[in-house]
């Protein structure tokens, strides 16, 4: 088996550095720490960026695929818009304000990115099935992706996710199986499956391939970058379940930096929770450097991992780029969504009024500065979480089809 990840060398872990040849592993012999690509860059320039596909395989040069990565059958995820939200900036009294929407990916939230590397490695290591523990977005990802690239999938998910999520896991085929039981306990069911026999060549694209899945997120901080003319924004509002997200994005920027496709300047970020499931704001806001795990209960199910894996990452990364973590309430969040829908005419999943809701907090308590530029992550699809707004999922009026009965409509509003 010849394997082929491009500009990727090794595995190298997070804690100690020990190197590792790349291969379906993602935890360190040495220190159990967590394993993630390592890089020999080429060079690469803007031009040879720019003139790529409108999708994440722009960036391949940087990621752990092979080089004919888009001749292959895949999703093709990326690109998606970054919105100039002047509205919701007058809103919220911030000068300079992005929407990067990735509700605009081929399932409706930013999963595809991630699952799209994972793929390429279950390509790269014979895996015929792929699988994942999911909080609602992913099951659906991994579902449509393993459609197309001609691959089986099992996926698991916590009982008691909303319709919209089963519905988007279920139609592309496989098999979803919901556990009884919250996200980290699906987790910690697909590590026991990893080691049996039962799940011999599968790949689990957020356990035993998170090495290679992970760096998808990268590509959000590629193309924010690139949509700015190339610049990095002064501070990002990133939404926070396991962490990686985040984690990817700040690798992202140093990347480009370091590569000089960006002028090196300082940007801060920010990290977003429900209050219903905040281990890592609660740390943040205690001074801790570990996260307590916490039993989620939040509208925001997308985001809600109790033990989140990266999150002393993600506190080492708000302190040392200035930025913080803040969490909002469900109502917040509700609340967030329709300030966002009714502004921009972008309608976010739960998870987006955490991120719009949490900017909003970041504004009032002064702990963002509103003359600085700003992106504002939303990560998913509204349709995906219509009951968030259920109030609103009803006409304004059912009236007979008659003027008389308009006008009394029009008169009372
Ligand atoms: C998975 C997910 C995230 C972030 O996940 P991380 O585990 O922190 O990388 C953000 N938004 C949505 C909608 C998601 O589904
Ligand atoms: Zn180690």
Not at 37 to 48: E, I, M, Q
Not at 330 to 336: G, L, Y
Not at 339 to 361: D, H
Request: hydrophobic letters at 40%; one cysteine or more.
């Amino acid at each position: 088996m010849s394997l082929d990840f491009g500009p990727a060398v090794a595995l190298s872990c997070r804690e100690c550095g020990t190197r590792y040849p790349l291969g379906p592993s993602f935890a360190c012999l040495e220190c159990f720490g967590p394993l993630e690509a390592a890089y020999s860059f080429g060079t690469v320039t803007r031009k040879d960026i720019e003139s790529g596909p409108a999708n994440i395989w722009r960036y391949r040069s940087l990621l752990p695929v092979p080089v004919d990565v888009a001749s292959k059958p895949n999703m093709n995820p990326g690109w998606t818009k970054l919105v100039k939200a002047g509205n919701l900036g007058r809103a919220l009294g911030i000068k300079s304000l992005h929407v990067k929407d990735d509700s605009g990916n081929p399932t409706h939230s930013f999963k595809d990115r991630v699952v799209a590397i994972a793929v390429e490695a279950a390509r790269n290591f014979g895996f015929h099935t792929l699988s994942c523990s999911s909080t609602g977005n992913l099951a659906g990802a991994v579902t449509a992706a393993a459609a197309r690239a001609g691959l089986d999938a099992c996926v698991f998910i916590p009982a008691g996710l909303e319709q919209a999520k089963i519905a988007m896991a279920r139609v592309f085929g496989g098999s979803l199986i919901a556990i009884d039981g919250n996200y980290d306990e699906v987790n910690r069911f697909c590590s026991e499956l990893i080691g049996d026999p039962l799940g011999d060549k599968w790949g689990f694209v957020n356990v035993n391939l998170r090495p290679y899945y992970a760096e998808g997120s990268k590509t959000l901080a590629y193309e924010i970058a690139e949509q700015l003319g190339w610049r990095l924004p002064e501070q990002i509002i990133i939404p926070i379940a396991s962490g990686s997200q985040l984690t990817k994005i700040d690798k992202g920027f140093k990347e480009l930096i370091q590569l000089g496709l960006v002028e090196d300047a300082p940007y801060k970020i920010f990290g977003a929770q429900a209050a219903g499931c905040s281990p890592v704001s609660s740390a943040y806001k205690a001074g801790h450097d570990v996260v307590q795990p916490v039993k989620p209960d939040t509208i925001a199910k997308s985001l809600a991992i109790g033990n989140p894996a990266d999150g002393p990452y993600v506190l080492d990364i708000a302190r040392r780029t200035g930025g913080a973590v803040e969490d909002v309430t469900d109502a917040e969040i509700v609340a967030a969504i329709k300030l966002l829908a009714s502004t921009e005419g972008i309608f976010a999943e739960t998870a987006g009024g955490v991120t719009v809701g949490v900017l909003k907090k970041l504004v009032e308590t002064g702990q963002l500065d509103p003359e600085a530029e700003t992106v504002v992550l939303n990560t998913g699809d509204g349709l995906k979480t219509l009951d968030a707004i259920a109030d609103d999922a009803v006409p304004s009026a059912v009236i007979r089809p008659s003027l008389d009965a308009f006008r009394e409509f029009h008169a009372a509003v």
